[in-house]
């Protein structure tokens, strides 16, 4: 933030601008709570991969309690590449030691969602939890209603 935000001087503080970022991050307890089920249900691993600054990214995770279900993140501020380099995803698989024709990755940024796909991973492009929801059960991810 320092480089990107603190590079001059600005009338707000590096404390007063982190808590404004934080006020932003907004659960999607749904979707939390659907991957959450959908990984005890299935055995399913989760792998997280981000875009996210240090400060952010840790918030997140321990603000909505994604560590309780999420195997891994590979997040951009800890391996230094970031969405859309194929790179990344390439890691993410290594890390999940999971084939890629057994992963589905959910995304709503389409950029992101194409990438992957090019290496061959199935993909979502997250629209809605009504639309993700219904895509996961057309691959055979369905809960008990």
Not at 20 to 32: A, D, G, L
Not at 79 to 95: G, M, N, S, T, Y
Not at 97 to 115: A, E, M, P
Request: hydrophobic fraction near 45%; charged fraction near 25%; charge should be positive.
């Amino acid at each position: 933030m320092r480089r990107v935000v603190f590079y001059e001087g600005r009338r707000f503080s590096l404390n007063v601008f982190k808590k404004f970022m934080f006020s932003q991050s907004k659960p999607y307890p749904q979707m939390i709570n659907l991957i959450a089920q959908l990984k005890a249900k299935y055995g399913l691993k989760i792998v997280v991969v981000s875009n996210e600054a240090r400060e952010l990214n840790a918030y997140r995770i321990h603000t909505f309690k994604l560590d309780v279900f999420v195997d891994s993140f590979i997040s951009s501020c800890y391996v230094h590449l970031r969405k859309p380099d194929e790179d990344i995803f390439r890691l993410a698989l290594d890390i999940s030691q999971v084939n890629h024709k057994q992963i589905v990755y959910i995304d709503n940024t389409f950029l992101f969602v194409q990438v992957a796909e090019s290496l061959g991973i199935k993909s979502i492009f997250h629209r809605d939890y009504k639309t993700t929801q219904a895509k996961l059960a057309c691959l055979g991810l369905v809960l008990d209603k």
